[in-house]
């Protein structure tokens, strides 16, 4: 066979490939651990532009043209414990981050407040500290839960690191709390390059309380710390096997001061083509786009939601600025998309069961998941 009629052989078996597995997940069925990685190794625009139109048609059938949007507190800045190596709030590097004590009610319902004027559908209190433990801090954000919940003006969510006990998740499940945050962050084998304070199974832990205590979860991880392909993909059957309902993906801005200061950026068709993965091995959940997206993807930010994002973090991040709301709310309007989401995960149908049978990661973190 001539070179040439290899190469245009190739590119034809690789259309066919995304066109396949497509149609699959629109017929309900799953992408294995093998399949992902052959499409996450396809290198050409072409190719890419492919996969992604497939994966803009498969967030068009299962979520239509909503679009579900969150916001954060930062509920207590600064100091923490633990050294992830991406963050800028770890106590062990000196990056001139803010530093202060758990937040008071008032900016909480500026928030809330702000997050109802631009049709944001939550807003979470998210705290810089290794985990919450029963006592008297436990009683204060349960408090700022409540008045949240009584507030009414957005939904309730919290992102408070680990959980070491079932009581507190009961606790926070019974001020008012629907959904929380608690990013697994990268894949299993990557994790220890980027923190050693706590370990990933520390983080699956957490989860299992959560869900215990019958409370949404919100878990993803962040791109571009020097993780490879496969590391990416397991990431995303990893958040397929705890059945995550909202999954935040982040894209490293490198913080000066941090480990990762240095960190060369992905290239932007390399984050779309991610999104688009994690739409192909997660099609019901809410994909949301959340940190680095302005500084990593800049004019492209828009193809998010044609590689299948259908969520979006809008206004600042902890620690980082963001485009303004208003951009963002005229951004979806452009694209025809409809912030006013309303439906609490009602679309969402558990679907971690079935994977194939080269979906090893998957089944580690399912024995994982057993009732501790
Ligand atoms: S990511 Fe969270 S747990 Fe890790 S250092 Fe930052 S604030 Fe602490």
Redesign the pocket.
């Known amino acids: 066979m001539s070179v040439t009629l290899k190469v245009a052989t190739k590119k034809l078996i690789i259309r066919d490939l995304i066109a396949d597995l497509g149609q699959r997940i629109l017929d309900g069925g799953q992408i294995t651990r093998d399949e992902a990685l052959e499409l996450i190794n396809i290198e050409s625009n072409a190719d890419i532009m492919d996969l992604l139109s497939w994966a803009n048609r498969i967030r068009e059938h299962y979520k239509g043209n909503k679009i579900h949007l969150c916001s954060i507190v930062n509920a207590k800045a600064g100091a923490?414990?633990?050294?992830?190596s991406?963050?800028?709030?770890?106590a062990?590097y000196q990056t001139g981050s803010p530093r202060y004590g758990f937040v008071d009610p008032e900016p909480v319902e500026d928030a809330m407040s702000e997050a109802k004027e631009n049709n944001v559908t939550a807003v979470g209190l998210v705290?810089?500290?290794?985990g919450l433990k029963e006592g008297p801090m436990l009683d204060e954000v349960c408090d700022r839960i409540r008045e949240m919940k009584e507030n009414g003006k957005s939904r309730p969510d919290a992102s408070l690191?680990?959980i070491e006990t079932q009581t507190v998740a009961d606790r926070l499940k019974e001020a008012g709390l629907s959904c929380y945050g608690h990013n697994l962050?990268s894949s299993r084998r990557f994790f220890p390059e980027h923190?050693t304070?706590?370990s990933f199974e520390d983080r699956i832990k957490t989860i299992q309380f959560l869900k215990n205590a019958g409370i949404k979860i919100c878990s993803g991880g962040i791109i571009g710390m020097g993780e490879n392909r496969e590391d990416r993909i397991d990431l995303a059957l990893e958040v397929r096997a705890i059945d995550a309902s909202v999954v935040p993906v982040n894209i490293l801005n490198p913080i000066p001061g941090t480990p990762l200061e240095k960190q060369e950026q992905l290239p932007p068709m390399e984050i779309l083509k991610t999104i688009a993965l994690f739409r192909f091995i997660l099609p019901q959940k809410e994909i949301m786009i959340a940190g680095g997206r302005t500084v990593n993807l800049r004019d492209m930010q828009s193809m998010i939601f044609t590689a299948g994002a259908s969520a979006l973090m809008v206004g600042n991040y902890?620690t980082t600025l963001n485009q303004p709301v208003e951009k963002d709310l005229q951004m979806l309007k452009d694209l025809g998309l409809d912030p006013d989401w309303d439906n609490d995960f009602a679309d969402q149908i558990s679907n971690g069961t079935n994977c194939g049978s080269s979906c090893n990661s998957t089944k580690k973190t399912t024995e994982a998941l057993l009732p501790v």
């Open positions: 923490c414990s633990e050294n992830c991406f963050c800028s709030q770890s062990a705290a810089a500290w290794r690191g680990l962050e923190c304070t706590h902890l």
